[in-house]
């Protein structure tokens, strides 16, 4: 991930359902970074709480309440990278620092 400090971003998420049993579910996130796409890969369990995955390959710890979902991303530089946002069925929109 960039260094850059992103005062907001839009996130366009669609993911595939997954059930409680199965593997955690995978999103493509379209990134808007400054009228320019940059897509990432987010691994994700689908339940309510504490959850833990993976964004572009860096550890992410969050909660999801409802359709809410935030959560921080850990580069392996050590920037944290903070997101919030809301589902609707199988996308996810919302912002990013």
């Not at 990134?31 to 995955?53: I, K, R, S």
């Not at 997101?83 to 069925?89: A, I």
């Amino acid at each position: 991930m960039s260094s850059r400090h992103l005062a907001c971003l839009l996130l366009l998420l669609s993911a595939s359902t997954a059930q409680a049993a199965e593997p955690p579910a995978q999103w493509l996130v379209t990134t808007d970074l400054w009228g320019n796409p940059a897509y990432q890969l987010l691994t994700l369990p689908d339940q309510q709480g504490p959850v833990e995955g993976r964004f572009d390959g860096d550890t992410l710890q969050g909660s999801r309440q409802g359709n809410a979902l935030a959560f921080v991303v850990t580069g392996s530089d050590g920037a944290t990278y903070r997101f919030r946002g809301e589902q609707t069925g199988t996308t996810l929109r919302g912002t990013a620092d």
